[in-house]
């Protein structure tokens, strides 16, 4: 199954302050992500699941699946931010879910 990846601007942002290097490699899964290879990931709760990216810091990437077809990437971070950066994931979610994105 493949997915159209959508980024909100939070996750951009996260992505862009990266190093080139580590920013290419989160693309690059991403690239998987988008032909339906979602690789180490697991569900945190019913709406947010979690993508674990093993290099740089320990990299998160926290999205949502809509209608098993479309992938919102929420935001990202490291796994010393972890529980911060999913609480920031549930509130962009509402914010989404209530036309504010």
């Known amino acids: 199954m493949e997915y159209e990846i959508i980024k909100t601007n939070t996750f951009d942002k996260w992505l862009y302050s990266l190093d080139a290097k580590n920013n290419g490699r989160v693309l ?3 690239d998987r992500v988008a032909l339906g290879n979602l690789g180490d990931h697991k569900q945190l709760n ?3 699941f979690e993508l674990r990216l093993f290099f740089g810091s320990g990299y998160r ?3 949502t699946i809509k209608n098993n077809q479309i992938i919102l990437l929420l935001c990202g971070g490291d796994k010393k931010t972890q529980s ?3 609480k ?13 994105i």
């Open 84 to 86: 911060k950066d999913i």
């Open 61 to 63: 990437v926290y999205y």
């Open 46 to 48: 019913n709406d947010i």
């Open 28 to 30: 690059t899964r991403l």
């Open 88 to 100: 920031k994931a549930q509130q962009i979610l509402k914010e989404w879910r209530n036309g504010n």
